[in-house]
């Protein structure tokens, strides 16, 4: 559990994972502010988290010995314009957003440039994220380990090229929702067929588990990883689902770069 004082500029879905995270990991911070302009969002966060401070000033989340900043990136400027007077000086400020450079992020900050960004994963939630990190030039070791302390509880947090992390936002960030869907869509339809939901669990766990392995880890190629299973309900709109990927996601990695 850190003992550094933790704000939190933005109190939706990220902070809400982070949260969750170091609560299933009774590894929630003693110390922790969140800010936002939301006064209901926080109210369902204080009741949920009955120790983490609540405010509608985001001034007082800047406060804090680390800021993450949690608000989507057309914000991003306007928020760091108000709370740049109110860092401490020995204060580390971890962006949470894609498009911002650890160097634009300093020139917003008023060339404040204790800077680290992550790009967080929702499957962090149940403390088995992906959550890459690139660190900017002013932090020290020691201060870089203690960032990476605060993001293990969520799952894996590996050190990255800074240049790296919009690919990740598509890859890891993004990911999940590529795949939700039509996982819920297969239990639903298993529960259908007469499966009950103790049954369908871990059978779905270690299906989506087995089959990313499969593909990654065998040492077949992708060809004949699919060749494995010779009937394939969905054949006839695979061209079409991997086109989607093929068109959608190089336009929303284009529009997220810096």
């Known amino acids: 559990m850190s003992t550094r ?13 982070f949260l969750e995270s170091w609560n299933r990991a009774n590894a929630l911070p003693a110390t922790i502010t969140v800010s936002d302009c939301n006064a209901e969002l926080l109210a369902g966060l204080g009741a949920r988290f009955p120790g983490v401070q609540t405010t509608t000033d985001n001034l007082a989340a800047a406060a804090r010995e680390i800021v993450f900043l949690a608000v989507h990136p057309p914000v991003l400027a306007e928020v760091t314009s108000g709370i740049k007077q109110r860092l401490k000086p ?53 201060e870089r380990q203690e960032i990476s302390a605060l993001l293990t509880p969520l799952g894996e947090c590996p050190e990255v090229a800074e240049e790296k992390l919009e690919a990740y936002a598509v890859l890891t960030a993004m990911g999940p929702t590529y795949l939700w869907f039509q996982l819920q869509a297969l239990r639903e339809i298993a529960k259908d067929f007469g499966l009950s939901e103790t049954e369908i669990t871990p059978a779905l766990k270690r299906m989506v588990c087995g089959g990313a392995r499969t593909l990654l880890d065998s040492g077949l190629s992708p060809a004949e990883v699919m060749d494995l299973i010779p009937v394939k309900p969905l054949a006839e709109i695979e061209q079409q689902v ?10 929303i990695y284009q529009k997220i770069k810096p």
């Open 5 to 17: 004082t933790i704000g939190f500029i933005g109190g939706g879905r990220i902070t809400r994972i």
């Open 90 to 142: 020995g204060a580390i400020v971890v962006s949470l957003a894609p498009k911002f450079t650890l160097a634009k992020l300093a020139g917003m900050l008023g060339g404040f440039s204790r800077l680290a960004r992550v790009i967080p994963n929702a499957p962090s939630v149940v403390n088995f994220g992906f959550n890459p990190v690139a660190y900017g030039s002013a932090l020290t070791p020691t």
């Open 242 to 251: 991997s086109e989607a990927y093929r068109t959608r996601l190089p336009a």
